[in-house]
């Protein structure tokens, strides 16, 4: 039989590329997402990809009374990815209870049902937004934690400090924080991707959807970093290589003793600056991108980029899509969403 394997934010621009990876490699993911930030139409989409009906549960992670009936049906649950968060920077300093209620509080209402429900397993998604700026790139995972620049931020480290707690306290969980970096790009098949809600708060959607003619060009948030070009630069992975990643989480954790938590990052172990990614966008889909140039954003670090030799080593992963793969994945993706 199958694995069992929990998505929360499962119908999410991550979570849903994860579902298919976890499909494709054995598991049956089942997905529970309260949808407000993602799209019901994605469901089926995942569905006609992987050929096969997906189990969906509607309904929000800080509702432990809802959460604890998926796990009463779902019997023999081999773990939990918990993707379900609030995750807009720039929202999250102006409206910082709504973070800290509903992304620290799905932590503790999952953390406090696994051990009765006998579910070992927990993958946490994190960001490499605890980084904050970092004294030197590429980070480690054992690089200075640095005081968050935004509640955003802030909800990760303390989940992450919650779990390597409760790992530590309790005899029956295991646990994997992966630190994603900049995560772009498409499902090949343009049947899924990137569906943001109002106005995007990542880079790529705002490119395609200015290309695209919806907007009227993209800003870029200063031009007088310490960068070769003057603007920030991230280090950006394919969406589909990051959803692989928890698959070898998932493949790795299985077989570590209780009381195991490591922390994985996430990224190609080098960085590319907004520039650039407009710039390559533009040739490689022979279309126009309007851009201008605008002051600095609050928070921003100038350059950081991961140093990926733990997970290639312990998890036995490492990138496979180029950042071209990704840029026209992108686009096609978001053609496909103005030709349907």
Known sequence: MNKKVIITGGAGYIGSHTA?????NGFTPIIVDNFY?????????????????????????????????????????????????????GESVHNPLKYYKNNIISMIVFLELLKKYDIQNFIYSSSCTVYGIPDNVPVLEDSPIK?????YGNTKKICED?????????????????????????HPTAIIGEFPKGTPNNLLPYITQTAA???EKVTIFGNDYPTPDGTCMRDYIHVVDLAKAHIAALNWIE????????????????????????????????????YEIGK?????????????????????????????????????????LRNN
């Not at 990224?267 to 710039?279: A, D, H, M, P, R």
């Open 255 to 290: 077989n570590q003793p209780i009381h195991t938590c490591e922390v994985f990052n996430l990224g190609t172990g080098k960085s590319n600056s907004v520039l650039e990614i407009i710039q390559l966008f533009q040739k490689l889909n022979a279309v126009k991108v309007n």
């Open 162 to 186: 919650i779990l390597q707690d409760t790992v530590k306290a309790e005899n029956t969980i295991k646990g994997v924080i992966l630190r994603y970096f900049n995560p772009i790009g498409a």
């Open 147 to 151: 005081p968050p620049t935004s509640p």
């Open 213 to 215: 003619g919806l907007r």
């Open 296 to 336: 600095r954003r609050s928070g921003d670090v100038p350059t950081i980029y991961a140093d990926v030799i733990k997970s290639k080593k312990i998890l036995n992963w490492e990138t496979k899509l180029s950042l071209e793969d990704a840029l026209v994945h992108a686009w096609n993706w978001e053609k496909s």
């Open 20 to 24: 298919i990876e976890l499909h494709n």
């Open 37 to 89: 930030n993602a799209d019901s139409t994605i469901i089926p989409r995942i569905e006609k990809i992987i050929e096969t009906k997906v189990k969906c549960y509607t309904g929000d992670c800080t509702d432990n009374s809802f959460i604890e009936n998926i796990l009463r049906i779902e019997k023999q649950v081999f773990g939990v990815i918990h993707f379900a968060a609030y995750k807009a920077v």
